[in-house]
């Protein structure tokens, strides 16, 4: 039975470890044939996840690439290298993310910010994902095919105290999603949006956080990252063929389902109102 996935390149930005580790995974697992992960440091952490894959003998070929999705010359020869290594790349997750901790170990007030951690922010969440779709999405559109999957994250952690500019840093590429998704309707290139539903055990938990964690002075679930690769999956395969300008949680995902009612009950609606003008979106403010 043919993979969901063969006969595909991907690429996976931020492919060393939480979301991006798993997704890398479980695009090899549904048969991707080409895949590059890319981070901006930790070589042997990508290293790593690449020689992982290939070990497993799943038909996948990994190139691990160490990339700034801030960099826009950097974001171009990523597609160039895995277009001339492994073949045209129609499939691009824009995991690559930094949080809060680049500008505290704690909760703090957008005043008391670093400014330069939060510039870094800014230039990883928000110019990482149009330097790496602007880079990918011509060959895409040659192509007749492609998807454009950005990881986001849930709705209240946009606008909660305390969590600028992280949050709305996701409120910016959930309306940059849109936007795409509209300029390319009738091209065969889909852009939707996928977050884990919750917060996951990666790098992004505050130190300050996980040590009141560790003194259980306060109690968190936190999912695995593997949440969300159902998910990923499937918004990367043909079977999500027309679907685009859409928002996902993988949590959401009901194994126990055919995929096709999987997906549908773990979209949400847009986060933000239907326009007052007509949009050339028909899904996105509308459930099923």
């Known amino acids: 039975m043919t993979k969901p996935l063969y006969n595909k390149i ?20 549904a048969g991707i044939s080409g895949l590059t992960i890319t981070a901006s440091h930790s070589s042997s952490e990508l290293d790593q996840v690449a020689e992982t894959i290939e070990s497993l003998n799943l038909g996948t070929t990994v190139i691990p690439i160490i990339s700034d999705v ?3 010359q950097s974001c ?12 045209p790349p129609t499939i691009l997750i824009n995991n690559a993310g930094k949080g809060q901790n680049f500008i505290s170990d704690d909760k703090v ?3 008391n910010a670093d400014i330069s951690g939060w ?9 990482g994902p149009f330097f790496m779709s602007r880079a990918a999405v011509s060959g895409m559109i040659e192509e007749g095919w492609g998807r454009i999957i950005n990881i986001s994250k849930s709705r209240d952690s946009m606008h909660r105290p305390m969590n600028s500019p992280y949050g709305p840093s996701k409120a910016a590429l959930e309306a940059m999603s849109l936007s795409w998704a509209q300029d390319l309707i009738g091209s065969g290139v889909t852009v939707n949006t996928l977050a884990p539903g919750g917060s996951v ?7 300050a956080v996980r040590a009141r ?5 306060i109690t968190k679930i936190f999912y695995d990252p593997a949440i969300i690769v159902p998910a990923a999956v499937w918004l ?3 079977s999500s063929d027309g679907i685009t300008g859409c928002r996902y949680i993988g949590a959401k995902w009901d194994t126990s389902l055919p995929d096709h009612l999987a997906a549908e009950g773990a979209r949400e609606t847009a986060i933000f109102q239907r326009p007052l003008r007509d949009s050339r979106l028909d899904k996105t403010w509308q459930k099923e």
């Open 213 to 217: 964690l560790l003194r259980k002075e």
């Open 109 to 111: 007030t957008f005043w």
């Open 10 to 29: 991907a690429i996976i930005t931020g492919g060393s470890r939480g979301l991006g580790r798993a997704m890398a995974f479980g695009l090899a697992e």
């Open 236 to 238: 990367a395969s043909e």
């Open 70 to 72: 801030g960099d826009p």
């Open 201 to 207: 055990d990666t790098g992004f938990v505050l130190p």
């Open 119 to 127: 510039q870094a922010i800014i230039d990883t969440n928000v110019n």
């Open 76 to 87: 171009s020869e990523v597609v160039k290298k895995t277009q001339n290594d492994l073949g």
